[in-house]
């Protein structure tokens, strides 16, 4: 990978006896400092839902059109 301009220069300062501006940089830690929670049982269904672009679920009442028109399209018998 090509290295910038400004690490060439950086490079170039160290190597003449100039100041090396990356010690004032503080060091990175080995851990992740952002707080981690877990999901509570709300977060995940909606997380689910938002998930599946709310399509229709089991339980939700929602049987889809398939319910609607389920008489449509049936032979009737004449005895």
């Known amino acids: 990978m090509a290295k910038s301009k400004a690490s060439k220069r950086r490079e170039h300062k160290i190597r003449s006896g100039g100041f090396d501006p990356s010690a004032l ?11 981690r929670k877990t ?3 709300q977060e995940k269904w909606k997380k689910q839902l938002s998930k599946h672009k709310k399509r229709s679920l089991p339980g939700n009442g929602d049987e ?4 609607l028109y389920g008489g449509v399209g049936r032979a009737r018998r004449f005895c």
């Open 64 to 67: 889809g059109i398939a319910f």
């Open 39 to 41: 999901m509570t049982k």
């Open 25 to 35: 940089r503080g060091s990175a830690p080995d851990y992740s400092m952002h707080e």
